[in-house]
């Protein structure tokens, strides 16, 4: 198969885009406990966490997820994981880039921190800092792109933006 474009939008032009599917019950069916802390088999099952996107590639996935969904410091701390936080976002590229190989794109998932500002169990300052970390650890593991679902606030949505300009690698901030 050749090597595929470098973009999600060459990719659509191209056709339909097949993406992977769920990851959580795909680790479950592997081992992870109902409850557990799926981010951190990065580091302890890397064997096993690799498995589900190889088996979406074989599928016919152009494009696959890390197992990064709740690594950010914030939710990771809801499992008492406080120090690997980029070890975990790294790894959790490299695996899916390994299942991935020149088939498919990796895309580097995003997603809640848990608390919420209108409760006021964080601060804005705090969610900036825990999502910029993560996006600059997936980026310099490598990710093609983002998948990050919306996070809202007060204020309206709290999105990551992410661009990757040739020649200069990714430029992330966090609004």
């Known amino acids: 198969m ?14 339909v885009v097949l993406t992977d599917g769920a990851w959580g019950t795909q680790l479950q069916a592997r081992g992870l406990p109902v409850g557990a802390c799926p ?3 990065n580091l302890s099952h890397p064997d096993l966490v690799e498995q589900v996107p190889r088996a979406y590639v074989e599928a016919g996935s152009r494009v696959v997820l890390t197992n990064t ?3 950010n410091r914030l939710a990771l701390a809801d499992h008492g994981v406080t120090d690997p936080v980029e070890a975990i976002n790294r790894a959790g ?13 990796v895309f580097a998932s995003m997603g809640p ?3 919420m500002l209108l409760a006021g169990t964080v601060t804005e300052e705090e969610l900036r800092e ?4 993560q996006a600059q650890a997936l980026a310099g593991a490598g990710a093609d792109d983002f998948q990050m679902p919306a996070v809202t606030h007060r204020r309206g949505p709290f999105e990551l933006r992410s661009t990757r300009q ?7 901030a966090v609004e």
């Open 113 to 115: 921190s848990g608390r």
């Open 39 to 41: 981010d951190t088999w």
């Open 166 to 172: 040739p020649g200069r690698g990714w430029d992330d």
């Open 69 to 71: 969904f709740r690594a």
């Open 93 to 105: 590229v490299e695996i899916s880039r390994r299942a991935a190989g020149d088939r498919a794109l």
């Open 130 to 133: 825990a999502f910029t970390e």
């Open 2 to 15: 050749p090597a595929l474009p470098p973009s999600i939008v060459d990719q659509l032009a191209r056709g």
